[in-house]
């Protein structure tokens, strides 16, 4: 791969999008993207796996009917049509995104 991802450069394609989530890079059925969201988490599921990888902040992750505390340098993995948000987290959290497979 010869893109390099700084946080720099996703802290800013985030502050520049209106969701709180910016691409940072689209190829076959890979994407990567970074999310900060603010107050609160108003995703809802995807047609895709997902990995989270937290970059800042902590708080608690549901995923389906099963909660968990997650801090700075996890790495959460979510199925492809599971509900899933972040809950009581700071201003400081932001995570590094990865959705991998091809759409339903």
Do not use: C
């Not at 709180?20 to 994407?31: F, G, K, S, T």
């Not at 902040?57 to 993995?77: H, M, N, P, R, Y």
């Amino acid at each position: 791969m010869n893109e390099r991802m700084t946080l720099a450069a996703a802290m800013q394609a985030v502050a520049d999008s209106d969701d709180r989530y910016a691409i940072l890079l689209q190829q076959d059925d890979i994407e990567i993207g970074f999310y900060a969201p603010r107050g609160t988490d108003p995703q809802s599921p995807h047609d895709r796996d997902e990995v989270y990888v937290i970059q800042a902040g902590s708080g608690i992750f549901e995923l389906g009917d099963d909660e968990q505390a997650f801090e700075t340098g996890d790495v959460l993995f979510v199925p492809a049509g599971m509900p899933h948000r972040f809950r009581n987290f700071g201003e400081d959290f932001g995570a590094w995104v990865v959705f991998t497979g091809k759409t339903a």
